[in-house]
């Protein structure tokens, strides 16, 4: 169930995006000389902060097992690394940050007494990339921004600093915001300064009693701005793999940012950190390339995560587990790294959450489509045949989407303004320029269609019909039906609305679902524990939709079963779901009764955690989170749909190209004439969406650990 110490997984590579799922071979190796070892004393090496073959920056945190006072020596590459190697865990365990590593393969060998042992690491760089393939170029730098100084080379390195706050016990003002990097409430704190007599104190969920001084640290991982908070006082050692502290509670909580746009720059970090949290002794990590606002590349944040985590461990120490936090792009990250890279996080809090990026992405580009029609049409729309054509609580919903990601997502030129412009893609003046649509800011997964020389794309609307469903319900004609088929068009490689549909590219549907860019609710997704926060904003037009949690639930259902893990809490009024999260977690490491991992997240939820929503009164309605079905809380809070769902589209949302069937009559609940109906078969000359069968390229399970 815990993964925090990474055990071999089985490894993924995409030469030319053939997947091929292979066994690390001989990662440790024993070697009893002088015959079987005795019992329990079986010597082993396992690496503590990531995987063996995955390791950054020189260095790695490795544990010997089965020592049992037997006399241990170790060499790294021939040469004597035996005193990194102390006690920990009684006298059978050693553990030793190995330092020096050279890049690339590195034989670490290990002999007690007559037994022996031996493991390979695989060392990359601290700037990566380990997984993620070539970096992205060009790349704008921002570590001034953050404090750290110009950058030392082309790789965004800066030094690292280390700054301390302190809680003040005065009482702060309702409704104060943050003063420049500060949170509300805290203040610089001076180590070599008198304590100050406004120095607050704080209790940790273990119980200790301490002040309430946080230690800030910020540096560069993988060309990200990482930054660590965590409770300590300077006075006092810090944690490491070796020993603990009254201020650190053993849990990490790695905090992932909002909004989604192409990358080419290093990014700012997220705006705020959670005081509470580090005031009860969590430890809260995260870097700029976390934040799909700096860089829509869930990959990315991936590998990121797994840096900054391993840093984390090699400097304090290994996690009881790692909670994940994070709201609307944060979400997805979530998501994304629990399916694609299992042993990360084992515990995720989405809130404002969406499924992934690509299955979201139609519907989205679909707005853009829409809104054209509309504003073209000889027809008279009503503002509630567009909201039923839509899907959405209102046609604002896709307004809200058109203001940034329809059709900005799909346009090469949606860059941030941190981008030179002219390095930036023109058809005409600079054609060889980075393009900031979402495929091509995963070129990497998606890699170039030779003909064109951009990432292949994996976005469709052939076969769709719009507004089906307001059709079938009476709520638009058969000629406004007709006429918004024949009319919609799609999109061209530049984002540019043309006549015809779009048509994806074969080989890019197979990626998106066999690379896991589609969330299928693979890996470790359907094996921990989620928390999935969701405030209600449909009515207001708001992109973040109640629709999108009971999405991931039906993913679950379809790859699982059962959504038994997930919790879907619906205008939560009071607690803290990392807490809820912690205790969820806490039970289930030391349930040690016989069961599967979804038998022990299912027994040892904390009582009283439960689908639920609360009325506005506060008070709490616990009821199964279930779609459109009947229910105070969908009475209270009605999900809604989209333009796919509105078109007939399953609720799991995770086609991308439907499967097409011949026009059948059948399928209208509203009258045709001939002539409408011989219409509407050349409006759809290769078919209609099949939605009964699986999406073309939907053949895939995604693959882990995948090497780009």
């Not at 990315?300 to 985590?309: F, L, P, R």
């Not at 890019?508 to 359907?526: D, E, F, H, K, W």
């Not at 459109?628 to 809070?637: A, D, I, V």
Request: hydrophobic share 40%.
């Amino acid at each position: 169930m815990f993964l925090s110490r990474f055990s071999p997984a089985p490894q993924a590579t995409v030469p030319a995006f053939s997947a091929n799922i292979w066994t690390m071979v001989a990662i440790v190796l024993l070697v009893a000389l002088l015959g079987q070892p005795a019992a329990g004393q079986v010597l082993s090496l396992h690496t503590l902060s990531g995987r063996p073959d995955m390791v950054s920056g020189g260095t790695a945190l490795v544990e010997i097992r089965g020592v049992a006072g037997a006399a241990v020596s170790a060499d790294l590459n021939g040469r004597d690394v035996s005193t990194a190697f102390r006690a920990r865990r009684g006298a059978e365990t050693l553990v030793g940050k190995v330092e020096g590593l050279r890049s690339g393969k590195n034989l670490l060998a290990v002999r007690a007494g007559s037994r022996r042992a031996r493991l390979e690491l695989v060392n990359y760089p601290v700037s990566g990339p380990v997984f993620s393939g070539p970096h992205q170029s060009p790349f704008v730098c921002q570590t001034e921004a953050a404090g750290l100084g110009a950058p030392l080379d082309e790789n965004c390195t800066a030094k690292t600093r280390v700054l301390y706050y302190y809680r003040t016990t005065e009482k702060t003002p309702a409704g104060a915001t943050k003063s420049g990097d500060l949170p509300a409430g805290l203040k610089p704190f001076d180590p070599g300064a008198p304590r100050p007599p406004d120095l607050a104190e704080t209790t940790t969920t273990e119980g200790k009693r301490v002040p309430l001084i946080l230690r800030r640290e910020i540096g560069v991982i993988n060309r990200a701005i990482y930054q660590i908070w965590m409770l300590h006082d300077p006075a006092q050692p810090l944690p490491d793999p070796w020993s603990e502290s009254p201020f650190w509670n053993g849990r990490l909580v790695y905090s992932f940012g909002g909004g989604c746009m192409a990358g080419y720059r290093q990014g700012r970090l997220p705006a705020d950190v959670d005081v509470s949290l580090v005031a009860r002794g969590f430890a809260i990590a995260s870097s700029s390339l976390n934040v799909l606002g700096n860089n829509c590349n869930d990959v990315i944040s991936a590998e990121t995560m797994m840096m900054v985590k391993e840093y984390f461990i090699k400097t304090f120490g290994v996690p009881a587990y790692t909670i994940g936090m994070g709201g609307s792009g944060g979400s997805i990250q979530q998501h994304l790294i629990a399916q694609n890279y299992p042993g990360l996080l084992d515990g995720i809090t989405p809130s404002a959450s969406y499924p992934d990026v690509v299955s979201i992405g139609a519907p989205v580009a679909d707005c853009a489509l829409l809104a054209r029609y509309f504003e073209s049409s000889s027809l008279n729309w009503t503002e509630e045949q567009k909201t039923a054509v839509s899907g959405f609580a209102t046609w604002g919903t896709c307004l809200s989407w058109m203001k940034r990601y329809s059709p900005g997502w799909l346009r090469p030129d949606s860059c941030d303004a941190s981008m030179p412009k002219d390095r930036v893609y023109d058809p005409v003046s600079n054609p060889k320029g980075a393009r900031c649509t979402l495929q091509d800011n995963q070129v990497n997964v998606y890699r170039r269609d030779p003909k064109t020389g951009f990432a292949r794309r994996p976005l469709d609307n052939v076969g769709v019909q719009y507004g089906l469903e307001a059709f079938n319900a009476g709520k638009i004609t058969a000629k406004q039906f007709l006429e918004l088929n024949e009319k919609i068009g799609g999109f061209d490689m530049d984002g540019n609305i043309v006549s015809v549909r779009t048509s994806a590219d074969p080989q890019a549907l197979l990626v998106a679902y066999r690379t896991g860019r589609v969330n299928a609710a693979g890996g470790s997704l359907g094996s921990i524990p989620i928390i999935d926060l969701r405030r209600y904003l449909d009515p207001k037009g708001d992109i973040h939709d109640r629709v999108r949690s009971f999405q991931t639930r039906a993913r679950l259902v379809k790859a699982h079963g059962t959504p038994a893990n997930q919790v879907i809490l619906t205008e939560p009024k009071a607690g803290n779901a990392i807490l809820l999260m912690d205790q969820w977690l806490s039970r289930i490491r030391s349930d040690r009764a016989a069961g599967g991992a979804a038998e022990k997240i299912a027994r040892n939820k904390p009582e009283g955690l439960a689908d639920a929503c609360w009325d506005p009164a506060g008070q709490q309605i616990a009821e199964p989170a279930e779609y459109r079905k009947p229910g105070r809380c969908n009475e209270l809070y009605p999900a809604h749909g989209d333009p796919r769902l509105a078109a007939g589209a399953p609720l799991a949302g995770d086609v991308l190209k439907c499967a097409l069937k011949p026009v059948d009559r059948a399928d209208y609940r509203q009258p045709l004439t001939g002539d409408e109906f011989a219409r509407l078969k050349q409006i759809f000359p290769q078919g209609v969406c099949d939605y009964s069968r699986p999406g073309v390229g939907q053949i895939h399970k995604p693959e882990p650990w995948i090497r780009y």
